[in-house]
T-cell receptor, first 113, second 111 residues
């Protein structure tokens, strides 16, 4: 059974704090993605990675960075959290090619005060 | 630019049929996906169309017309557990298979 896990389901942080969101997949997938989901806007791609140490900007990378030191783990970093980064963050993974869907983690609901 | 449109909300009665439409304008097309997302949970894969026509999977069917940039998800014999958000997503033709998502359609099933 495929599995994508995220380190926290709920997180409360203060403005200016550095925030780490961790994602781990056990499917040996090459691609990993970080999205944020906001009401009325759908899922928006922040960053993705297609290999260890490789990363590409998505549609809304500002204020975020990522790290992929191991194939199974993809971290999203908020260098200095701001209130407009309050959102649901979803991690996903997929194979590099083919008809494969993306598999999603359960999400982390982040509140920045 | 990229644009994916789907209705915001639909309401239907238990046992009925509901059709969720999705129109898209994207710079590249390599498949259309439908996901189901219950409140507070991760999206889960429902269906995938890359060629024109209808794909049937039990109570759920999905249709694609590439020339019209149009897809629909058909939910038959609605059950209360089908109350959820349904996301339409288009995969692009870039090397990494990036997805573009619609905002989702909230389906409310009433008794």
């Amino acid at each position: 059974d495929v599995k994508v896990t995220q380190s926290s389901r709920y997180l409360v942080k203060r403005t200016g704090e550095k925030v780490f969101l961790e994602c781990v997949q056990d499917m040996d997938h090459e691609n990993m993605f970080w999205y944020r989901q906001d009401p009325g806007l759908g899922l928006r791609l922040i960053y993705f990675s297609y290999d260890v140490k490789m990363k590409e900007k998505g549609d809304i990378p500002e204020g975020y960075s990522v790290s992929r030191e191991k194939k199974e783990r993809f971290s999203l970093i908020l260098e200095s959290a701001s209130t407009n980064q309050t959102s649901m963050y979803l991690c996903a993974s997929s194979q590099l090619v083919g008809g494969e869907t993306q598999y999603f983690g359960p999400g982390t609901r982040l509140l920045v005060l | 630019g990229q644009n994916i449109d789907q209705p915001t909300e639909m309401t239907a009665t238990e046992g009925a049929i509901v059709q969720i439409n999705c129109t898209y304008q994207t710079s590249g097309f390599n498949g259309l996906f439908w996901y189901q997302q219950h409140a507070g949970e991760a999206p889960t894969f429902l269906s995938y169309n890359v060629l024109d026509g209808l794909e049937e999977k039990g109570r759920f069917s999905s249709f694609l017309s590439r020339s019209k940039g149009y897809s629909y998800l058909l939910l038959k014999e609605l059950q209360m557990k089908d109350s959820a958000s349904y996301l339409c997503a288009v995969r692009g033709t870039d090397s990494w298979g990036k997805f573009q998502f619609g905002a989702g359609t909230q389906v409310v099933v009433t008794p």
